[in-house]
C-alpha cells in the first residue's frame, strides 16, 4: 500500500494538484492520510506525554500508526511554512512516530528504526526561489534524511521533490512538476 499524508487546508492548491497526481499515478491502492480533513490536533498533550512510548489512547493516532506500519511507501505532501512543515504535520510526527511505533531506542542512546518503508517521499512547495537557500542547507530535506535514516531499514530511499518560485508561479515549472511528482510513487 501507498501512504499519501497531506498537510495543506486547501484542495485548490498547488499541493492539492500534487497530491491528486500522486492518487491518480498510483500503480496500486494509494490510502490518502487528510489531516486537515481528519481534524487531527497536533498537539501532544500533558497526559500524552506522560505515557509517551506506551500505546496511545487516542484512535486518529492508532489509525495513523496503523496505516504506516501497513505501507510499502510513505509519501507527504506540504506547503513549506516558515522554514519548515506545516504544525499540522510537526505534529503528526510528533505524535504518531513514536518510540516502539517508528523507532527503538537502545541502551546506547541511538534510535533504530522499526518501519518497513521501502520509500519515503517528500513532496512540498517553497514561495521563495532556491537561491534564498544557497547560504544553508534546505530544513526540510533535512529533517526528512534525519527522519529516514533513524524511522526506516537501511534500504529505504527518500525522494525529495521540492517546487521553488510558488510566489511567481511560472506555469511550464509547475506543470513540468506536476509530472515529476507522479513519478515519486511509480519510481518506488
Ligand atoms: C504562514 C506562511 C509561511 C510561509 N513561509 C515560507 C517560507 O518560510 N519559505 C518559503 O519559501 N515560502 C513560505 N511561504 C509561502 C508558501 O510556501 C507558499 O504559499 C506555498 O508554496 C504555495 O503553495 P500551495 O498553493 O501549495 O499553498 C509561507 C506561506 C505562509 C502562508
Redesign the pocket.
Known sequence: VDLVVFA?P?ED????QALKRLVDGGRGPVIVADLYGDGFSPVLRRSELATYGQPTADPLVAKYQRQLADAATATFVF??????MPAILKGYFDRVWTPGTTFAFHDDGVPTGLLKLRRVGAVC????AQA?YARTSDPVQLFFKQLVSQNCGPDCTFAYEP??G??KPEAPAVAAYLDRVSAVLAGA
Open positions: 495543506h486547501r492548491s498547488l499541493c492539492g506547503p513549506v511554512w516558515m522554514y519548515g512547495t517553497f514561495g521563495q534564498f517546487l521553488f510558488t510566489d
